[in-house]
DNA sequence: CGGAAGATTGATAACTCTCAAAAATAGTGG
DNA sequence: CCACTATTTTTGAGAGTTATCAATCTTCCG
């Protein structure tokens, strides 16, 4: 009955129900910083762009602006793949922005199911807000190494009292993040596999790029098993191995080593039905 | 290929992509008020109520905030069955707050296939901040003779402005609205069948509750058809037709002239694997 | 090199969809 | 109140998709 998408042992590392988080007993961030000690502003130039990056398809940033949004990321953390961010302990008075790597959002099942609700990609800020009575009502884990900064709230606050644009361009970004949503209730819900597939890639290369995230070639990374790929598009891991190589001997794109080519965009984006104006990409001062 | 879900022609009158909307030349509302005249607000006590009891799941209102909550809700307006409410062309100057009745947002894929996206029920509020350059990236629709209210923004800023409280109350609700989308998701995504079903309905009634829409015996109106049930949760007419039977079968719940009643609360929530703390109703002063 | 994790394959079962038609229900006008 | 139509629900049969189980092949990494 139930699907055994995954290994029974909890091979990726993200908590599962039969085995719970232990409850942090210092703070998420001391926990981390424990083990990754904050590195010097300097090494993080790339991630800090990913975010001036986004918002700045939603408002023009003056240079003010952008110095704020710089100056917002300077607690750097690193993480480990498959470390979880978020759960149950986790204090609530910070944000954290993903400077670098991906992160995933994801809903597990007493039965072991997971299914994924998002890729945290550069740029993207993920708060707490969502835990209340220290029950969040979903976890957040790092898909590879990635780097993230803290961002106490009250400064996030401060900095979006001064600078309105700001405030606006995290209101639009809040929208997308909840448009995305939707598009994946609908690409689950009614798409078939291969259209899920090939939507999911055409989403993450529009997000990816716009952080500057995806080459030339128009390829880009995507550091993800396919037990995550399956529960992501709401398929089985076999299954979704099968849709995968059909796209590959369709010559419609391309999956190697974590990474991904698109090999044939337009027919992509026509399986897919993609459509990138949920992304709101066209977006500029609302 | 394509699931044809729905019958060729749009029987239920909801836009379908094959006849798109027609560009309102008039605004949304004076669109509605042509057809169905304003009433008197003493008519609509009952709805209004439910965005009081609703809120007050979140934080205790005081005589003056209750009444702010009333003066929102004057300009009533009745809207039939299948009714688009939100598509393009709509002002975006208003929100609408749902008094009594039922609606839903859904997405169309251009073969007809629909997804639903969530379903608004008394005390639910709906704006159109999801539109950009004029295009939605989603619809609503009334589900069957709906009472709304709408409110222009400025008048529900000024609202919140005054009362923190409330601006804390509608933060909260807009939390539970996304962490319903989530469930959402995990529902069509990794539960079968039959668990799609009964979460659905355990949620609704937990939610129906809240606003004072069940009956002592736990029954509840759903003024919907197994069309929409079907696009619901991600399944065919037929096949939902059959897991409803099942249910039926199994007396967990009977489903009979738009009316649901739940005969075996336990058992169900047992097989949805249902948990009411995704909708976060034990949250108090926050 | 050896093990572990991840990807792939094959065979079979289960689930879900499609098509088509019949039964039941709701709504309407006489 | 009844006849009549349109909508909605229900049924049946067969096809197609997806899941499950189990094993093999690859790749990664110490």
Not at 71 to 82: D, E, K, P
Not at 87 to 101: A, P, Q, S
Not at 116 to 125: T, V
Not at 140 to 146: E, G, T
Request: with cysteine; hydrophobic share 45%; aromatic share 6%.
């Amino acid at each position: 009955m139930l699907r055994q998408t995954h290994p029974p042992a909890s091979s990726i590392g993200i908590e599962r129900n039969e085995d719970p988080p232990r409850v942090a007993s210092a703070s998420f961030m001391s926990e981390v910083s424990a083990r990754f000690p904050a590195q010097a502003p300097e090494d993080v130039d790339h991630g800090e762009r990913a975010l001036e990056a986004k918002l700045s398809r939603f408002v023009r940033l003056g240079a003010a602006e952008t110095d704020a949004l710089r100056q917002l990321g300077r607690a750097v953390h690193n993480v480990s793949a498959n470390q979880v961010l978020i759960h149950e302990g986790i204090r609530i008075d910070h944000v954290c922005l993903l400077l670098d790597g991906m992160a995933c959002r994801y809903k597990m099942l007493p039965g072991g199911e997971r299914q994924i609700l998002g890729y945290l990609i550069p740029g993207d800020i993920f708060d707490a807000h969502f835990i209340v009575f220290n029950r969040p009502d979903h976890s957040v884990a790092a898909l590879c190494n990635s780097k993230i900064a803290t961002i106490p709230i009250v400064r996030l606050a401060a900095t979006i009292r001064k600078y309105p644009r700001l405030a606006t361009a995290f209101a639009c970004s809040a929208l997308v993040d909840s448009a995305i949503l939707r598009e994946w209730l609908l690409n689950v819900g009614q798409r078939h596999a291969e259209q899920r597939l090939a939507h999911l890639i055409c989403e993450l290369q529009a997000r990816l790029k716009i952080v500057h995230r995806v080459s030339k070639d128009g390829s880009f990374d995507l550091p993800i098993d396919q037990v995550t790929l399956a529960d992501t598009i709401g398929l089985t891991l076999v299954h979704t191995n099968r849709i995968l190589q059909r796209l590959r001997k369709a010559e419609l794109i391309c999956l190697r080593q974590r990474r991904v080519t698109i090999l044939d965009y337009p027919r992509l984006v026509f399986l897919a039905g993609f459509d990138e104006n949920h992304l709101h990409l066209l977006l500029q001062e609302i």
